[in-house]
């Protein structure tokens, strides 16, 4: 039996540009959640080559490219919540002399719960390129391993601390047919499923902590239980907590399939 050899697909040939050194312009590239492998190729790409480095925490990102082998670009400064008003001057300086400028956070999509959106929203503003590149993401990567039914989410980001907002925000989104996503302190954690459940009722939950790293840990149980579990747990680490849209019954769900059908 002759067996046909599939053709090799070279490195070079998957890397397109890349040979050549980025424009000028801002861009917003994602980094590892916690496995240094889970990073593209355009990204390596575009980290070992551009003018200037803005990074959340600089020992953060010198492991990625450490890591992966990359020369770290001539120009490193930090971009972080205390500072972002100068940083972000600094950036568009160097967007106005023609550099290319990466910026990143410690971990996930630079702006999304993390610092990077003013930066990304005054670059804009004054005209110059801003470039988003897809990548790892702890809100998606939550979602696909919870194992919940997800026809649509709502993103909370971090919650606020005190229990009373804590309240209003699940009691706002308590009748929208949707999954319901957030970050949590490890520290806070048995707090906040205990007012999750006082507010949304005992739904199918999962609590993702550490992902993607050596120590994952996924429970995914219904509130109630896990209220229970995490009354005195203490915990290490980042944590994504995953609550499932509202029940509906056998024969609501005959009757629409669509989701949004309620909504105005």
Known sequence: MIVAKRPRIWLLDIMTDSDEKPEPA??????????????????????????????????????????????????VFACHAHNEDRAVGRILSLLRDGKSVALTSDAGAPGISDPGQRAATAAIEAGYKVDALPGPSAVITALAVSGLPIPAFTFLGFLPRRPGRQRKVFNAFAEAPAAIVFFESPFRVGKTLKIALECLGDRPAAVCIELTKKFENIHRARLEDLVEEFSDAKIKGEVTIVISPPERDEAEEERDDDPFAGLP
């Open 26 to 75: 801002l861009y917003l590239v994602p980094t590892p959640i916690g496995n240094l492998e889970d990073i593209s190729l355009r990204a390596l790409r575009i980290l070992g080559s551009v003018d200037a480095l803005a990074s959340e925490d600089t020992r953060h990102t010198r492991k990625i490219y450490e890591r992966h082998g990359l020369e770290s670009p001539p120009i």
